[in-house]
């Protein structure tokens, strides 16, 4: 009795080694394509004239339990520099009563204690609350500096709070809106970019793997041959 022949197993259009290969190429360009895009509608907005680029004084600012020492007779500054400032709760806040393109915003202030936590809030066009779900925490940039990434976005107004725990002495010298960076700060990943970048590849190209071997596999396949 003739053996019967078995259809052979479908070979898979790619090897794991290429798709992994080609999952990293593919991170890449999209990040490429991301950077250019942004760097377009900046540019754009930039001139429009819709872009602001400048610091904005103490002076002219809105603040709301956070005040200047010279503002209290009863309070004594560290030293007789004229820009220090005290939050009077644990919930003090800085407003910039603006609108524009925003990418970063950088805050200029030196804590003499723990801040606790440095965060901004931001209003996109018809609202009017700050909300939780559009805030944005500082990192440190230098010496009495916290800067924010905004990534791109048109807001009508900032809140910044400066602390999260009150009665902090705080040099305060304004905030920059769009601080001046080299270009290629764009294209380069942050902590969270980076992990996203060298993992997220990796975990499609192990899922696209399975999903080819599964359905490349012969109905046949691990049957046991006829005995003549």
């Not at 339990?65 to 644990?90: E, G, K, M, R, V």
């Not at 997220?200 to 006829?226: I, M």
Request: negative net charge; aromatic residues 12%.
């Amino acid at each position: 009795m003739a053996q019967r022949i078995l259809p052979q197993r479908r070979r898979p259009l790619f090897r794991p080694q290429q798709i992994l290969l080609l999952a990293y190429l593919l991170a890449v360009v999209l990040w490429l394509v991301r950077g250019l895009v942004g760097s377009a509608v900046m540019l754009n907005y930039k001139w429009q004239g819709k872009m602001p680029q400048q610091t904005v004084a103490p002076e002219e600012l809105v603040t709301e339990s956070f005040a200047p020492y010279s503002s209290n007779q009863w309070w004594t500054p560290p030293d007789d520099d004229p820009a220090w400032y005290l939050s009077t709760d644990n919930d003090p806040h800085i407003y910039w009563q603006g609108q524009g393109y925003l990418e970063t915003v950088r805050l200029y202030a030196g804590h003499q204690l723990p801040p606790g936590g440095v965060a901004l809030y931001y209003l996109l066009p018809g609202q009017t609350d700050y909300t939780e779900a559009q805030k944005v925490y500082a990192t440190v940039s230098g010496p009495g500096e916290y800067t924010f990434v905004l990534g791109g976005k048109w807001v009508t107004g900032l809140r910044i709070d400066p602390d999260s725990v009150g009665g902090v002495p705080t040099l305060f010298h304004g905030i920059e809106l769009n601080p001046a960076t080299p270009w290629y700060d764009r294209f380069l990943p942050s902590g969270g970019a980076w992990l996203l970048l060298l993992f997220g590849p990796a975990l499609v190209a192990a899922a696209v793997s399975l999903v080819g071997s599964l359905f490349g596999k012969s109905p046949e396949d691990g049957e046991e041959p006829p005995q003549e």
